[in-house]
């Protein structure tokens, strides 16, 4: 069932989103050579820590954290890994690209969002990756409109990737967002036109291109959790949160 939220509903998760990107940007700005992923997602705990002290009424918490039993406050992917990417020992060296999704819930509701940054002197290919799909999320998220579907999303945002020269993940999408951490409906990066859940104002929906310069497929990682390329080509990953409003789509990360 989609669940289609109030302004005030709405208004809070725009003021969530601010402390999201915030703390998103922060973990980006250590990203470097010989640090390890589970620096970062000590970072962000610390950070959410701060928050907390901050906002305390707020009760501003991971979603992430103890998910369908995750035990890291991030997702730290790097190169090949898609997303879901597992904080460890393993240390980012220089020509990487590393994706980092985070999640908080604040007031009782959700926003999610996700960059993907390169590590000192990256190869042409993995910069024009990063761009396209950067570029890819705006043009799927201009087409977060009253009336249209999700389906002109994903045609969208697959015609713009592969135009380039990429290809885009289908085993996993885009979905609702508030709430719960994923709601209905899914937000495929791949579709036809006026095809799927038709958008409503009130609706919010995390979109998020995954795309990758190989083929599409994905397996899963032997820690269990992280999604990396079949065939081991870089992959990339930028994600918002964007509320379905009269007036257009509105970023609330």
């Known amino acids: 069932m989609i669940k289609i939220k109030s302004q005030q509903q709405i208004k809070v998760m725009a003021e969530s989103g601010k402390i999201l990107k915030e703390i998103l940007d922060q973990l980006a700005s250590v990203v470097r050579p010989g640090i390890a992923t589970e620096e970062i997602d000590k970072l962000a705990r610390e950070l959410v820590l701060s928050w907390q002290k901050k906002l305390p009424k707020a009760e501003i918490k991971s979603s992430f954290f103890n998910y369908r039993g995750y035990p890291a406050f991030t997702c730290v992917s790097i190169n090949d890994e898609v997303v879901h990417g597992l904080p460890s020992d393993r240390v980012i060296k220089e020509g990487d690209i590393v994706g980092l999704d985070f999640a908080i819930k604040y007031q009782g509701l959700h926003v999610d969002s996700a960059l993907t940054v390169g590590v000192g002197k990256i190869s042409t290919e993995a910069k024009k990756l990063i761009r396209v799909t950067q570029e890819a999320l705006d043009v799927g998220i201009e087409e977060a409109r009253v009336g249209n579907t999700t389906g002109d999303i994903g045609f969208a945002v697959q015609k713009y990737v592969e135009k380039n020269g990429f290809s885009v993940v289908r085993e996993l999408v885009g979905h609702g967002v508030g709430g719960e951490l994923h709601e209905e409906p899914y937000v495929p990066n791949y579709g036809r036109k006026g095809q799927g859940e038709t958008l409503k104002e009130g609706m919010t929906i995390a979109i998020e291109p995954m795309v990758n310069i190989g083929s599409y497929e994905v397996v899963i ?33």
């Open 221 to 253: 990682a032997k820690d269990g959790t992280t999604y990396k390329t079949k065939d081991g080509s870089l992959s990339a990953h930028f994600e918002h949160t964007v509320a379905i409003t009269k007036d257009g789509p509105e970023i609330l990360t």
